[in-house]
């Protein structure tokens, strides 16, 4: 492990553009389920202000329907429904919008690195054990 750490104080700005090489990644996967997460909030707060609208456009029919005024009609009950039928799709649109897994560009980069530590290790392994 020694010999690994020594390699790397050699090449230090190597490991200076790998590391934001990883920065440009992560950066791009955090952008990525930001906005994935932006979408979901909005979509669930439109939901919310639906229900809402939906409640008291219903409360407001219910309230003339007591008061003796004929809410029979389908057009009383329009906005109550339509705002609970948005609502309901906002509330599926969010559930849909899950953020990605992470990409297969850094999966691969991590595989990478992890076979070449693999492999750095046994090479610093065998070289302990022959001398």
């Given amino acids: ?26 950066r791009a ?3 990525t389920s930001l906005r994935s997460w932006v979408w979901r909030v909005v979509a669930f707060a439109l939901a919310a202000l639906f229900v809402l609208i939906g409640l008291v456009s219903a409360a407001v ?9 004929d809410v029979a009609s389908w057009r009383a009950w329009a906005v109550p429904i339509g705002c609970l039928l948005v609502a309901g799709a906002c509330v599926a649109f969010a559930l849909t919008r899950k953020p990605q897994p992470m990409s297969e560009v850094l999966n691969q980069q991590l595989q990478r690195d992890l076979e070449l530590l693999r492999a750095a290790r046994g090479a610093d392994e065998t070289q302990g054990g022959d001398a």
């Fill in 1 to 26: 492990m020694l010999r690994f750490l020594l390699a790397l104080a050699r090449h230090l700005d190597l490991v200076g553009e790998h590391a934001l090489g990883y920065a440009e990644l992560v």
């Fill in 29 to 31: 996967e955090c952008a």
């Fill in 61 to 69: 029919v219910l309230s003339l329907w007591s008061n003796g005024v």
